[in-house]
């Protein structure tokens, strides 16, 4: 089965501590995603990458980091500099060329107190 | 980057055709049209994708006018699963970056 995968469902954690959401796709995209939704709201790019060992800042990048050493995968670090990290967090892949479909995980639900 | 503007909320009934419609002013030669769905606590699923006049796939409509400003999703026959939040997006392909800006989008509830 083809598809988008995100671990943790939920993860918890203590403010402060840096956490790394994980994203795989087995879709053989070049292109990632990141994208934080806050209750009611749209979505906001944290960060994108259109192909390995390459990444750009999206609209909220502040107090996020991530890599691209393989293809399949994409993690996301919520750091402590985030001053509020907690939110649903949003992973997507696209095959990478022109103005096409974006393929969407089923998200992480990030709690920090 | 073009941005768009579409209803906050939307309540329909069950059986009813429903159209949502998305103004997107300056939208850029080379944009396309891209509609997405988004039920509570799950990522968003394309919809449909459009450039001029009208797309039909198996679950909807996408009509644009000649200017282009703006674009109207049609679903058919709606359904009480049909409750979700749509989007309407415009893509950038100014820079080439295949980036995407998804704004608060429509809440679509149907009642039985």
């Known amino acids: 089965d083809g598809g988008i995968t995100q671990s943790p469902k939920y993860l918890f954690r203590k403010e402060g501590q840096n956490v790394t959401l994980s994203c795989e796709q087995n879709?053989?995209?070049?292109?990632m995603y990141w994208y934080r939704q806050d209750p009611g709201q749209g979505l906001r790019l944290i960060y994108y990458s259109q192909i390995v060992n390459d990444f750009q800042k999206g609209d909220i990048a502040e107090g996020y980091s991530v890599s691209r050493e393989k293809k399949e995968s994409f993690p996301l670090t919520v750091t402590s500099a985030q001053k509020n990290p907690t939110a649903f967090y949003l992973c997507?892949?696209?095959?990478?060329?022109?103005?096409?479909?974006?393929?969407f995980g089923p998200g992480t639900r990030l709690t920090v107190t | 980057l073009a941005k768009t503007t579409q209803p906050i909320s939307m309540d329909s009934y069950e059986g009813q055709e429903v159209n949502i419609t998305c103004s997107h002013n300056n939208i850029a030669t080379n944009d396309y049209i891209t509609w997405y769905q988004q039920f509570p606590s799950q990522g968003p699923r394309f919809i449909i994708q459009g450039y001029k006049t009208k797309v039909t796939n198996e679950v909807a409509s996408l009509f644009i006018p000649a200017d282009r400003k703006s674009s109207t999703l049609s679903l058919p026959r709606v359904s009480l699963s049909d409750t979700a939040v749509y989007y309407c997006?415009?893509?950038?392909?100014?820079?080439?970056?295949?980036?995407?800006?998804f704004g608060t989008g429509t809440r679509l509830k149907v009642l039985a």
């Open positions: 997507a892949s696209s095959i990478g060329r022109d103005v096409d479909e974006q393929y």
């Open positions: 997006l415009v893509g950038d392909l100014t820079s080439g970056t295949y980036k995407y800006i």
């Open positions: 879709l053989n995209h070049d292109a």
